[in-house]
């Protein structure tokens, strides 16, 4: 939780103190830059740290992103220009990126099925409580103290948090490592698998099948296992944890291949049509050598015994459907979180406060409908529950335009009640579903990958929907952009009576067409559902006892048709080598 508070507080506490920050250091026509580097070093870091977490551990990799962030922090603190404040802010995003995963990743190592959704639950409570208490505590620090105490504050929380984690924390028995894939043997060591998983694993137990067979394949193999098949017995497994050796192969080039692309990607939708047109130069270039590096990245990864990002992550079509589901979400919330308290301002004619309590009230129900939604999929399944839940979204993105001009504040803030408790039925049960169809040694992987492309969707969003708002403000005021025209209206006297009414019904039909574009992209993730989601997820044999009666899974993944040929597994507590 401390951890998990660490990155939802530094998102928004830093938002309040940008007037003293820039009054300190300068800086004023690059300090977007805090939060878009920010930004950028924890998605392009999400797949490496899934990828790591995999390989070596949660605890290891959380321990590491923790002790970076609080070094970026101390480095924030000290910074002497804005040049520098922005690089130790990416400094702090690289921790960032793993305090993200890693934390939702423990979450399903630790905690049975049926218990995910209350966790969980917590979690987005924690980031529901930095959205209304962050900004609060930047403007305090900010305004009576130093604005660099807003980085300093981490550090007692972060201690704690790590102190808590290194005495604590102890995940549940790993087996060795091979190549991302964990095999087990009695006292061997192991190789690692290749792609399309040949390999071969060596010591006590082995016999016939050669290249791509597993441990119990021939003399010494628990009875009744046949070539490439068996079970691990509990004193096994002992042994494999205890005696085992892993020869671990790092995707380091692919891990390169991804920040690389990733940047570029990133850094052109965030920068694009705010720091240069769409068409421009820079632009172009920036796309153009993002696809460029991704196409290297992908031959990369197909040639890498252990990919960063495994192709089995498009190749499944759960984790496919979910990526692209959560994707669309990301998309979408790019409407009331960006949009909405522009709307409070300009056309409510509320302040920055009161703005932001009218989009808070979707962070109070977001939470509490996700901590029922296991009431709900054990009844009905997985897919069903988010396709409830985004049907929902759908019906009150499209209710939003309907709204009166000008309206009352608790009209938009009962739609945000209402979506929040839709979205809560959407994303939790498709993470927990996802995160259930996975054995432990790819669940990171799976969790990073979920995470990664949802902040892609975000910054997609970010940049289509603001060209959207832009379009429809030039199209009625004559070329004026959003920003001008709140200053405009925040200025006593600035304006005509009938300009500001002019202006804005602009805004409000702006804001309009942003929620049609975010009931576009909900309408996207129905869609993924319908078509590209299994209607049962292939719930893995040992969630499926964790969670007793729910009535969602499959018998095996062979339903799914997800296993990849070739693939090698074991599966932790019951179940067979495959």
Not at 26 to 45: E, Q, R
Not at 426 to 435: A, E, H, K, R
Request: proline share 6%; charged share 15%.
């Amino acid at each position: 939780m401390l951890g998990m508070a660490l990155a939802a507080l530094d998102g928004t506490v830093v938002s309040t103190a940008v007037p003293q920050i820039v009054g300190d250091l300068g800086g004023l026509s690059v300090f977007s830059w805090l939060f878009s580097g920010y930004l950028l070093a924890v998605t392009v870091t999400l797949p490496v740290y899934g990828k790591l977490s995999d390989t070596f551990g949660r605890k290891p990799v959380l321990v590491t992103g923790i002790a970076l962030f609080l070094a970026g922090s101390v480095l924030c603190a000290s910074a002497w220009d804005m040049g520098s404040l922005i690089a130790f802010r990416v400094v702090q995003g690289l921790g960032g990126g793993a305090l993200q995963g890693t934390v939702q990743t423990i979450a399903a190592d630790l905690y049975p099925l049926k218990e995910r959704p209350r966790i969980q639950a917590r979690l987005s409570t924690v980031w529901a409580t930095s959205a209304v208490a962050g900004p609060a505590a930047g403007g305090l620090l900010a305004g009576y103290a130093d604005w660099r105490w807003i980085f300093l504050v981490n550090l007692p929380v972060g201690g704690a948090a790590l102190w808590l984690i290194v005495r604590y924390l102890v995940e549940p028995g790993r087996i060795g490592v091979a190549g991302g894939v964990r095999a087990a043997t009695l006292r061997g060591a192991v190789e690692p698998l290749g792609v399309g998983g040949r390999g071969k694993v060596e010591g006590e137990g082995e016999g016939p099948g050669g290249e791509g067979t597993a441990p119990g394949a021939g003399p010494g193999a628990d009875p009744g296992a046949g070539p490439g098949a068996g079970k691990l017995s509990g004193e096994k497994r002992g042994w494999a944890r205890g005696r085992g050796r892993a020869r671990v192969s790092v995707d380091w080039a692919g891990a390169l291949g991804v920040f690389a692309s990733g940047t570029l990607l990133l850094t052109a939708l965030v920068q694009g049509g705010v720091a240069w047109p769409w068409l421009s130069v820079p632009s172009l270039g920036l796309f153009g050598g993002a696809a460029v590096l991704t196409a290297v990245t992908v031959v990369i990864e197909r040639r890498a015994t252990a990919p960063i990002i495994p192709g089995w992550v498009w190749r499944r079509r759960t984790i496919a459907a979910v990526n692209l589901a959560l994707g669309a979400l990301g998309l979408l919330m790019v409407a009331p979180t960006v949009f909405l308290p522009t709307y409070a301002q300009a056309v409510l004619g509320l302040g920055p406060i009161a703005a932001g309590f009218v989009l808070s009230v979707m962070t109070l129900s977001w939470p509490v409908s996700a901590a029922l939604s296991n009431r709900v999929y054990n009844r009905i399944g997985f897919r069903r529950t988010a396709l409830l839940g985004m049907t929902l979204a759908l019906l009150v993105l499209l209710a939003f335009p309907l709204l009166p001009f000008p309206g009352e504040p608790w009209q938009p803030a009962l739609l945000m009640l209402l979506l929040g408790g839709a979205l809560g039925l959407f994303q939790l049960p498709l993470l927990v579903g996802v995160q259930s169809t996975v054995p432990y040694e790819e669940r990171g992987t799976t969790t990073a990958s979920v995470l990664f492309v949802r902040q892609i969707g975000q910054s997609i969003g970010a940049a289509l929907f603001g060209a959207i708002a832009n379009g429809v403000l030039t199209a009625r005021t004559g070329g004026a952009d959003l920003d001008g025209l709140l200053h405009s209206l925040k200025t006593p006297g600035a304006l005509t009576a009938p300009a500001a009414d002019h202006l804005r019904r602009a805004v409000a039909a702006a804001v309009d067409y942003v929620y049609l574009g975010a009931a576009g992209a909900a309408a996207l993730a129905l869609l993924v559902l319908l078509t590209l989601a299994p209607r049962r997820f292939p719930v893995l044999k040992e969630h499926e006892e964790e969670k007793g009666e729910e009535g969602t899974g499959e018998e095996g993944e062979a339903a799914d048709g997800e296993a990849a040929a070739g693939e090698v597994r074991v599966q932790e507590g019951p179940g067979t080598v495959r």
